[in-house]
């Protein structure tokens, strides 16, 4: 698989710059979209992904409904030109899968027994792809799903760790999913204590495994902090412009 | 995640059972139900198996064609997995599009294969970058029992294993078809262990009911050499770093057995 690019230098830096253990630059910022009922960007490395979400709200269709809790929907979703290949506007197998494995990590922080016979959906875009999108993307869709204000036990937080050229490295960029020997995605609840998206490709060792778990969890820590902060940007900013008016 | 209904006695029972250690159907916790693995069971096509995992029973065909590579990997043969959860199986099944779960079972069971390098796609090259052989894997689930992850991981490789490949030669740039046949080259045995979080407690190979009981499932893939080739997280719910590290040590155990008996059959 690896080969003919270096993907770690003689200083031991990435194809980035990075050391193993550092995340990509990020962004994020709430309450981005008028329409929806919550909404937040993210743009991690050159990843740049935007999150909305509907609900709770009426079922369509209908039948659908569930009788003791809301129905929870994602679509996870690239933009043709996010790619360096146009990709086709239709849902990939891929995208269907990561829909899935990003509803089924979002799932267990909604109080979703608090809204009966009705959806909340959520629509994950991404504008551009660098690597790590089901994770900015899980990221970005707990922002906006706090900010549309549905109870969540925690906030969930992914970032993926994996191996390349023979080191683990954290948050991989899209050369080094590509091109590296392992990509574990892990998505975490801080709080909590626990993990509510994992899946790997590649091959590892137990203990590499083991580790770059460790790994992914200490970056979900970093990116939590981030997390937090832009949430409370989006009120600082509305609590500032309250302040300007009332002058 | 499945949507049978199950009663909430039923349910409670299935649960009370694994806090104290058992099971409904009399297994221990990380016990496999019966399997039987035949191979060779569809003449037409290369290669074939099917496996029956207690009552699940999964069917996978290996077709070959001739086709285009990938644009990135022009000297490498394609691997192609697809499955089917026809209509017959369930009463949760439906024709039409395929559905999420059939869609993530596919791609769980094709990262096993490919990332394990299970298939020595580069010697399925026959002119770089135009004809290479295509592997089709086509699972199809028969009777839907609960598990069709590891079931459908182990009836592909069965079926693998069991492929063989028609022998093409390239004769002036065109691509000729002999009546020699060759095993597929394999050089990795891929096998997928499943667990399902009950009570907090993780049981390995559950069947319908206790899916419809669990909160996650967690299915790690390990390759002949006992290094991890996939993981994937399903279900509605969570887990902690302890309980999928205890899974990993339990599935390299589990798919150990499971490998010799794929091997064997």
Known sequence: MSGKIRLIDENGLRVDGRRPDELRPIKMEVGVLSNADGSAY???????????VYGPREVHPRHLALPDRALLRCRYHMAPFSVEERKPPAPSRREIELSKVIKEALEPAIFLEKFPRTSIDIFIEVLQADGGTRCAGTTVAALALADAGIPMRDLVVACAAGKVDGVLVLDLNDIEDKEGEADVPVAYMPNLGLVSLLQMDGLLTINEFKQALNLAIEGCKQIYRLQKEALKAKYLAIKEEVETCLQ | ????????IRQRQISQMI???????GRGLIDYRPIKIETGIIEKAEGSARVLLGKTEVVVGVKVEIGEPFSDRPNEGVLTVNSEFVPLASPEFEAGPPSEESIELARVVDRGIRESQAIELEKLCLIPGKKVYVIFVDIYVLNHDGNLIDASALASLAALLNTKLPIYVVENGEVKRTSEYMPLPMRNYPVAVTFANISDKLVV???LEEEGVMNARLTITFDKDGKICAIQKGGEGALTPQQII?????????AEELRRMVVKA
Not at chain 2, 246 to 251: D, G, L, N, Q, R
């Open chain 1, 42 to 52: 993210i743009e991690q490395g050159k990843s740049k992904i935007l999150a909305a």
């Open chain 2, 1 to 8: 995640m499945s949507s049978i209904m199950i009663s909430r």
């Open chain 2, 19 to 25: 806090t104290s250690g058992k099971r409904l159907d």
């Open chain 2, 205 to 207: 190979d559950p069947w």
């Open chain 2, 246 to 254: 205890e899974a990993v040590y339990i599935a390299r155990e589990k």
